[in-house]
């Protein structure tokens, strides 16, 4: 079966500290690999995905995003956190609609 | 990319009612899908909903209490019929885009509360 599964429910971060979401999957064929933000109150906003190509994909925000099959890990990072990444980040196996159960990320001033 | 509207973007209802949620996208598509995230919880998927066929309902779904329509490649819609408070959750109507269909889009969702 396929799955999605986000290490931390809860992430807390220093503004301006590295950003670090962790993000495994198991998949039997190679996915699509997505990240996507919710705002509080808000719907989901695509980050980054990664379908073919190059690993190291880069999205919205300064966030990114390395494919490493050998791992199956799809772990979302940006190198200097900022209040308005406060939010809640979900991973997803979009061939198989598989989402993680997601990452609350706080950003302490 | 496809942008996402859904009406009505909140409702408060009584137990016992139903609600039909209606979700427009800007292009045409084959594949519409429908998400319900529970508070505190990440999205799990309703069912699927192709143009022309009926639509397939995912474990634990069934279509008395989710009846779906899809009358043309721009509108679907989700009906949560027989409300009760565990049917309190955001319902987030879904289409995939992008030059592959590799991109799964949302719309803003349906925030429901059932008293």
């Known amino acids: 079966a396929q799955s999605v599964t986000q290490l931390g429910s809860h992430v807390s971060v220093s503004e301006g500290a590295l950003v670090l979401l962790r993000c495994n999957y198991s998949?039997?064929?190679?996915?699509?690999l997505f990240w996507y933000v919710q705002y509080p109150n808000q719907g989901l906003q695509l980050l980054l995905k990664y379908t073919t190509g190059a690993t190291l994909v880069k999205g919205i925000n300064g966030f990114e995003a390395e494919f490493k099959k050998s791992e199956t890990s799809f772990h979302l990072t940006k190198p200097s956190a900022h209040m308005s990444d406060a939010a809640e980040y979900f991973c997803?196996?979009?061939?198989?609609?598989?989402f993680g159960a997601g990452t609350r990320l706080t950003v302490k001033p | 990319s496809a942008v996402i509207s859904q009406k009505p973007s909140r409702d408060i209802c009584q137990r016992g009612t139903s609600l039909t949620i209606q979700c427009q996208v800007d292009?045409?598509?084959?594949?519409m899908f429908w998400y319900r995230q529970q508070p505190g919880q990440s999205l799990t998927l309703i069912a699927t909903?192709?143009?022309?066929?009926?639509?397939?309902?995912e474990s634990g779904f069934v279509i008395d209490k989710f009846p779906i329509s899809r009358p043309n490649l721009t509108f679907s819609t989700l009906t949560v019929s027989n409300m009760s408070p565990e049917d309190s959750s955001i319902y987030l109507c879904s289409t995939r885009g992008g030059s592959f269909a590799d991109t799964q889009y949302f719309g803003p969702g349906t925030r429901l509360t059932v008293l």
């Open positions: 909903a192709n143009q022309g066929s009926e639509a397939t309902y």
């Open positions: 998949s039997s064929v190679p996915p699509y």
């Open positions: 292009s045409q598509v084959t594949m």
């Open positions: 997803a196996v979009i061939r198989y609609m598989r």
